[in-house]
């Protein structure tokens, strides 16, 4: 626990100096490179806000977020979606309990005293006293002051922060030339590239503070590079990206040849027979297929519906599948707020400490989330849901998996992976940027794509080879096109949620019918 002085209580002028960009003069250099509070400005923050606030309240959740998104097609900027948002959640008790999200670009103690004392001003929501819900004993909000540990975790690299203002025009600058220099090496009678590509580089704080004085402090960055090229044609297309938490393992030259080589090699696709086929998923087709798993785990937020891992109308695991084998005995998948690749804040939203998660250990089904009431019934630890997924992997490479496969096809990437049946985990997709025969241990030529019709909890009870794990980059995704988010964050906005997964070798992966999608 640490309390700042009461001079810096009501000190915010931090909060002007972040808010003028217009010159960088007047700004401490290491804040400027931040671009988010650090620990003690969202204390004095925290304290300041407690301090105006008449209302009972229990605890304060500060959340800044600052992401630089930039768009490029065909060797042009195209725009940026940069963002920087701080936001201050309390409860207050305004008839039944609401929580109060306050969304600010407050500059100074007397601003934010007038937006706290707008919020206390609501008047109360007609309820009939019937309908109000009573008191939880195991209500977070009731439990406040019970000790909690915090596992400490490191998710933050200057690097990616420094890259918001320096390295990204640096890397945009030289993606573009080198989108140029490729578009003009195409042979003769070649068909040029569409090239469309995302930088993204973001910073996140988050501030839990009780009125007690204890508080829990979390922050992490994060990185993403993605290219898409395309023939003119339409015949053709390939795709690239990489994932990092620091950006100084990014590399976006690299991103931009791998899309436009995986392009090349996607030109002539001739068509081959739908069927299933032993296949071979590359780590963003087995990313997109783990992705969507999120909603299975997440028990409190799928209440009375079915899925693969049984009723979830029933905390107390009795139709579930709890401590069943649902995959491979080669498949565990786990969350851990300390995962270098797949690390998340060591506490959720509201304060309560986030652990590992293991899901699914050699097959088995473990546990799921729980929210804190039904966790502290049944004596687990609350998990809102994955802050991220992690598969354990093995030692095959692709080359090894390609080179034991007599007749089978290689896929490089999914898209538009969406669920079909909830009972059976059905997804429906379409095989992109990158489809090959393979033939007597080589990659024969490229074919068109596949739509198909499959459930990861077959797909994943029928696997021949484990490849290394590696974190999947998806790009900026628009709103509606994520998964529900599970960290308290608005589902429409990036980043997602790290998935790290092995490629895999699976045997009668069901390709449903041919697609004319590029």
Request: charged share 25%; net charge neutral.
């Amino acid at each position: 626990m640490s309390v700042l002085p009461p001079s810096r209580l009501t000190d915010l002028s931090f909060l002007a100096r972040r808010a003028d960009t217009s010159s960088d003069d007047d700004r401490d250099a290491h804040n400027a490179t931040r671009r988010v509070l650090t620990h003690d400005e969202a204390l004095a923050l925290a304290e300041s806000a407690l301090r105006m606030i008449t209302a009972p309240v229990q605890t304060i959740v500060i959340n800044h977020r600052a992401t630089a998104v930039t768009k490029i097609v065909n060797g042009q900027h195209l725009r940026c979606l940069d963002l920087d948002e701080l936001r201050l959640e309390f409860p207050l008790r305004i008839g039944s309990k609401l929580q109060v999200t306050i969304g600010t670009n407050v500059r100074d103690a007397e601003t934010l005293q007038a937006v706290i004392r707008r919020a206390e001003s609501r008047k109360a929501p007609s309820i009939r006293k019937e309908d109000e819900e009573p008191g939880d004993a195991d209500d977070p909000s009731l439990v406040w002051s019970r000790p909690k540990q915090y596992l400490p975790v490191s998710l933050w690299h200057d690097s990616t922060a420094r890259a918001m203002a320096t390295a990204r025009g640096e890397a945009l600058a030289n993606m573009v030339r080198q989108m140029h220099m490729l578009r003009e090496r195409q042979g003769v009678g070649m068909s040029p590239f569409a090239m469309a590509g995302t930088i993204a580089v973001s910073a996140r704080a988050r501030l839990c503070h009780y009125v007690n004085g204890m508080s829990a402090w979390g922050e992490c960055t994060d990185s993403e590079v993605t290219v898409s090229a395309r023939t003119l044609d339409g015949k053709a297309s390939g795709w690239s990206g990489q994932a990092h938490r620091d950006w100084d393992q990014i590399q976006p030259e690299r991103v931009v040849r791998d899309a436009v080589e995986m392009a090349n090699r996607m030109r002539g696709a001739v068509r081959l027979e739908p069927g299933r086929y032993t296949t071979v998923l590359g780590p963003a087709a087995v990313g997109q297929l783990v992705r969507m798993m999120h909603y299975w785990f997440a028990v409190q937020a799928n209440r009375g519906l079915t899925s693969p891992f049984g009723l979830t109308n029933s905390p107390d695991g009795k139709q579930l599948r709890l401590g069943q084998r649902v995959f491979d005995e080669r498949i565990s998948m786990w969350s851990d707020p300390d995962d270098p690749m797949g690390g998340y804040f060591p506490f959720f939203g509201d304060g309560w400490p986030s652990g590992k998660g293991v899901w699914i250990e050699h097959g088995v089904l473990r546990t799921l989330a729980y929210d804190e009431s039904e966790a502290l019934a049944m004596g687990r630890l609350p998990m809102v849901g994955p802050m991220s997924v992690h598969v354990a992997g093995g030692t095959t490479t692709l080359e090894e998996m390609i080179a034991n496969c007599d007749r089978g096809v290689y896929v490089h990437r999914f898209g538009n992976v969406q669920v079909a049946n909830n009972e059976s985990g059905g997804l429906i997709g379409t095989t992109r940027d990158g489809c090959f025969l393979i033939t007597d241990g080589k990659i024969a030529h490229p074919i068109t794509n596949f739509r198909f019709f499959e459930s990861p909890f077959l797909v994943f009870n029928r696997i021949l080879a484990v490849g290394v794990p590696e974190r999947v980059a998806f790009g900026f995704l628009r709103p509606n096109q994520i998964i529900p988010s599970v960290d308290g964050d608005r589902e429409d906005e990036w980043p997602n949620p790290p998935i790290v997964v092995p490629p895999l070798m699976v045997r009668d992966f069901n390709f449903s019918s041919l697609s004319d999608a590029v």
